[in-house]
């Protein structure tokens, strides 16, 4: 497909998939992966590594489609959500791996029994040779190269898949060609088409869509309701400190619990990072609203500031768990599809129900305590 089409398949498909139309965002993909997988293989080096963190970028963009306005802009964004995931992605490993235990390693053994040493050792070599043949290409011509071999080297394909000037990708091409030997372009040549992601990573993501929450809808898996009302215990009399220090504890306790159920079935160390990194979020959030209370019951007589730090608390906490956590989970949700698509449906149906619940009655406890302690303070 050339990038003409291309362009006029976003354009047409993009608003239906907007609406919720997973078949329109489906042959979106179809037609921009190779776009996208190039940009993040171009940074991480990495395959597999690139075809997830490609999954992650359209998964993230497809929940947030509604904040697009306009259809031109849809590559470009996905773009920047792409390497923004394949930076983040090296800034984790940079800060090293999570140590594993004995007992992780033995059940993680038990539940995948991965390939044999032989495998391990080859795909290894593979990913050894791939990241080198990637590092001895100059930094800003492997994107455009990635893509030049995958999309039937057209350099005007190129440009414009990239955002890019046909003088600019032709120039890039050209320094590439100066800088690498012929033998090494003719070996990158062959990876780039060989690693080129085809119908089966569409239908990956096809498959993560059918228990991906829809765009702008509200859906979250952490029993938000019992977040909050135990975060929310704190308010009532705004100031006091024993009633601080009880939401306090309930606030820590419901991020704990949650997490680790969470955890009991993650699916490896980078879905663990990012919830603990969720629930440190929360946590924080949680004691940064217990002190600002403590501080505007002991300096103000207005109620304006307590509402708004409410507000900004409540804000914090649904973001993370209907948001943040959602998207982190999404992974995990795509592959229990895959495996009980009847059972997954029927799970992502239930925690939904429940999260809609827990926000409401987190919501309504909250305010509800909030307005009772500004009474009963003279405030309101």
């Not at 100066?178 to 033998?183: I, N, P």
Request: hydrophobic share 50%; charged share 20%; proline share 4%.
């Amino acid at each position: 497909m050339n990038a003409e089409a291309i362009d006029l398949l976003i354009r047409r498909e993009l608003p239906a998939a907007a609406r919720g139309d997973r078949d329109a965002y489906g042959r979106i993909v179809a037609a921009s992966q190779n776009t996208v997988t190039s940009v993040a293989l171009a940074i991480t080096r990495d395959v597999p590594t690139s075809e997830d963190i490609a999954q992650d970028a359209f998964l993230n963009a497809w929940q947030q489609l509604r904040k697009l306005n306009n259809p031109d802009s849809f590559l470009p964004w996905l773009r920047q959500i792409t390497r923004n995931l394949a930076r983040d992605h090296l800034r984790g490993l940079q800060r090293g791996p999570r140590p594993v235990d004995d007992a992780d390693a033995a059940i993680a053994a038990a539940a995948d029994a991965g390939p044999t040493p032989v495998q391990q050792l080859l795909d290894d070599e593979r990913q050894h040779a791939a990241a080198e043949l990637i590092s001895a290409l100059p930094e800003d011509s492997r994107e455009v190269l990635l893509l030049f071999y995958r999309e039937g080297q057209s350099s005007q394909q190129v440009a414009t898949l990239l955002g890019l000037s046909d003088a600019a990708v032709r120039k890039r091409l050209s320094r590439a060609r100066q800088l690498v030997r012929e033998d090494l372009l003719k070996r990158f040549s062959d990876f780039a088409s060989s690693t080129a992601p085809g119908a089966a990573f569409t239908a990956i993501i096809t498959t993560a869509l059918t228990v991906a929450s829809p765009p702008a809808a509200a859906a979250g898996v952490l029993g938000v309701g019992a977040l909050l009302a135990g975060k929310t215990a704190g308010k009532v009399l705004l100031g006091t400190a024993g009633s601080i220090g009880i939401g306090l504890v309930a606030a820590f306790a419901g991020i704990f619990f949650g997490l680790r159920q969470q955890l009991k079935d993650s699916i490896d160390d980078r879905e663990r990072r990012e919830l603990i990194r969720s629930a440190m979020i929360c946590a924080a959030a949680s004691i940064c609203f217990m002190v600002t209370l403590i501080l505007v019951a002991k300096t103000t007589t207005t109620w304006h500031l307590p509402v708004l730090a409410t507000l900004l608390f409540m804000a914090t906490i649904f973001y993370q768990t209907i948001v943040v956590q959602r998207r982190v989970l999404l992974r995990r949700h795509a592959r229990q599809a895959m495996h009980d698509p009847i059972a997954a449906a029927r799970l992502r149906r239930r925690e939904r129900w429940l999260c809609w619940l827990g926000g409401v009655v987190g919501f309504v406890c909250g305010f509800g305590g909030l307005i009772v302690g500004l009474i009963q303070s003279g405030r309101l």
